[in-house]
């Protein structure tokens, strides 16, 4: 099967500061897969540019052989660093914002999360602890039957129980089809559901591994490499 | 069933060794069906994909076999299973030996001491 997204020499320089430089890279279907990567690495210039947010200076994107548009975003189901959502609206009404926004959304799957982490369809966002809110917007994103979902810093803010039922859905949720690209710092705690892992530094690919193959070479896991990979 | 992955190691190999730890054991029956692959992963909480190449390697083995109809069932070859068992004994009792050989026991005094031991 042809990998679902491919970039050829990407680049993105914010004016005299190159984020990314030259990234080829190419991500095969049924896999999850962590982008991994210190604070100003280029994790989240990467996921823009997939999602269309930014253009790149040079090289190219490709999603399922198109470059980011609006078709892409049908087939992408994203979850940015920042909420874009109104804080105003309860859940039930960003429900109904997805359903509009997304042919792919399957209200259904999003009741039946919402109830297992016990969160009301009536609260507004406003009214949530950060957590919470993490929850919704997770909820939203893997409610859509997409083919790729990227998921930028997902667990961040969710305590230690709920990051479990998470790492379930996103385990138990994606098909053979579909693809998960995870951006985050928090290594250990995901390590076990990634089948590969990306290095980023200073805008380049160092590294792409499978977990396996990174614990059979090093004799050690993905959390210590990137520790040693990064020191400071 | 608690699953105990290590860090240091490829993950698919740990899963390997406690599902074949657990088939000698007999909490997973000689004949019986495997839940699916989906479900294993989601109880051991890791990747299906590893838990597929997991289960890949134990058919290989000659552990588990495929009906293309009706899913993954544990071998009834309940002799390889008692072999299996025994090799693995043999290893626990070889780390054992050479532990107590490195307190300073000798073979005489190792097998004193189990009998000594065994009995209450």
Known sequence: MSAILKCTNLTKQFGKKLALSDVNLSLERGKIIGLLGPNGSGKTTFIK????????????IRINGLTPCPQTKQTVSYLPDKTYLNDWMKVCDLFDFFEDFYNNFDRMK??????????NQNDRLKSMSKGTKEKVQL????SRNADLY??????????????????????????????????????????????????????KVTLTSSVDDIRMQEGKSVDNLFREVFKC | MTWDLKNDRPIYIQLVEQITLLIISGQFEAGSRLASVRDLATEARVNPNTMQKALAELER??????????GRF???????IEEMKKNLAKEELKTFLEQMKQLGFTDEEIKTFIIENCSN
């Open chain 1, 49 to 60: 540019l997939l999602n269309g947010l930014l253009v790149p200076t040079s090289g190219e």
């Open chain 1, 110 to 119: 999003a009741v039946e999360m919402l109830q297992r982490l016990n969160i």
């Open chain 1, 139 to 142: 909820i939203l994103v893997m």
């Open chain 1, 150 to 203: 990227v998921l930028d810093e997902p667990i961040g803010g969710v305590d230690p129980a709920s990051r479990d039922y998470i790492l379930n859905t996103i385990i138990t949720n994606y098909s053979e089809k579909a693809s998960v690209l995870i951006s985050t710092h928090l290594i250990a705690d995901i390590e076990s559901v990634l089948d590969d892992v990306i290095f980023l530094k200073d805008g």
């Open chain 2, 61 to 70: 083995i000659g552990l588990v076999h495929t009906n293309r109809t009706s």
């Open chain 2, 74 to 80: 544990i071998t009834e070859d309940t002799k390889m």
